[in-house]
């Protein structure tokens, strides 16, 4: 079966600065991948390229098996590749309900009344439904984090990309946003998530790849991650800052 993506010899550098050094991976339709690595080790890097924001020195990357580098974000979301931002992004001045619209609209199959729908179905799902009204600028962080979650949700996406989606969230909500990663999931859409939260990754991801400085220096089960010398020592050694 050819995996839903596939990652090969990906390098990216900035500058000087190597980012990613030669990535090799391969992501199976309906997986829930988790990518840890310490500070600055080519996380949302990876995300950024996977997603059409950055491009990449070298390598190919292929998505139900055609290549996809060079393709535009949005290009790609029609496609089915969805993602959260590491500093979450809505538009502030535009009501919770224009924010869906926003999404929903750019897909040029819907119309405005049943993209309207599926809008409110989703903010219903995610308790945010009698906020639709309400600016962006007035939800709290966590549900600002939702409304990235539901707009995410508007394109019906098969691959979605999730960048730190817990950071500043209290356990109560994370709880919710884990409820809803298992339940689309469990609906068939690959999830990878990136998340310093060890917790999550290991209560939600049956595969965890580890990235340092660049490289997969691990990709197994929770369990050999969590026994994994390498990986202790890209998060212990004093070459980095403690996650
Ligand atoms: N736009 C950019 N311009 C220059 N350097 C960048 C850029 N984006 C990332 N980098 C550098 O690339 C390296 C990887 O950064 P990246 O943001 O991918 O790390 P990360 O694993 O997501 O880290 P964190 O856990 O802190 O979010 C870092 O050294 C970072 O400073
Ligand atoms: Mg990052």
């Given at each position: 079966?050819?995996?839903?993506?596939?990652?090969?010899?990906?390098t990216k550098r900035f500058g000087g600065l190597?980012?990613?050094?030669?990535?090799?991976?391969?992501?199976?339709?309906?997986?829930?991948?988790?990518?840890?690595?310490?500070?600055?080790?080519?996380?949302?890097?990876?995300?950024?390229?996977?997603?059409?924001?950055?491009?990449?020195?070298?390598?190919?990357?292929?998505?139900?098996?055609?290549?996809?580098?060079?393709?535009?974000?949005?290009?790609?979301?029609?496609?089915?590749?969805?993602?959260?931002?590491?500093?979450?992004?809505?538009?502030?001045?535009?009501?919770?309900?224009?924010?869906?619209?926003?999404?929903?609209?750019?897909?040029?199959?819907?119309?405005?009344?049943?993209?309207?729908?599926?809008?409110?179905?989703?903010?219903?799902?995610?308790?945010?439904?009698?906020?639709?009204?309400?600016?962006?600028?007035?939800l709290s962080g966590g549900q600002a984090k939702?409304?990235?979650?539901?707009?995410?949700?508007?394109?019906?996406?098969?691959?979605v990309l999730l960048d730190e989606p817990f950071?500043?969230?209290?356990?109560?909500?994370?709880?919710?946003?884990?409820?809803?990663?298992?339940?689309?999931?469990?609906?068939?859409?690959?999830?990878?998530?990136?998340?310093?939260?060890?917790?999550?990754?290991?209560?939600?991801?049956?595969?965890?790849?580890?990235?340092?400085?660049?490289?997969?220096?691990?990709?197994?089960?929770?369990?050999?991650?969590?026994?994994?010398?390498?990986?202790?020592?890209?998060?212990?050694?004093?070459?980095?800052?403690?996650?």
């Amino acid at each position: 079966m050819t995996p839903q993506l596939e990652i090969s010899g990906l390098t990216k550098r900035f500058g000087g600065l190597t980012a990613l050094s030669h990535i090799d991976m391969a992501v199976d339709g309906g997986e829930m991948l988790g990518l840890i690595g310490p500070n600055g080790s080519g996380k949302t890097t990876l995300l950024n390229i996977v997603s059409g924001y950055y491009d990449a020195n070298g390598g190919t990357l292929s998505y139900e098996g055609a290549p996809i580098l060079g393709r535009s974000p949005h290009e790609l979301a029609r496609l089915g590749i969805g993602r959260s931002f590491q500093v979450t992004k809505v538009f502030r001045r535009l009501s919770v309900l224009d924010n869906m619209m926003v999404a929903g609209l750019s897909d040029w199959r819907a119309h405005r009344k049943e993209a309207e729908e599926r809008a409110h179905a989703i903010l219903k799902d995610l308790t945010l439904d009698r906020l639709a009204h309400a600016p962006a600028s007035s939800l709290s962080g966590g549900q600002a984090k939702l409304l990235e979650f539901a707009r995410i949700m508007m394109l019906t996406p098969k691959l979605v990309l999730l960048d730190e989606p817990f950071g500043g969230v209290h356990p109560e909500l994370k709880r919710f946003m884990h409820d809803h990663i298992r339940a689309w999931n469990e609906a068939g859409v690959t999830i990878v998530l990136i998340s310093h939260d060890m917790g999550s990754i290991f209560g939600l991801c049956r595969r965890v790849v580890t990235l340092s400085y660049g490289d997969i220096i691990c990709d197994g089960t929770p369990e050999e991650t969590r026994n994994d010398p390498a990986v202790l020592d890209a998060y212990l050694g004093d070459h980095h800052d403690a996650a």
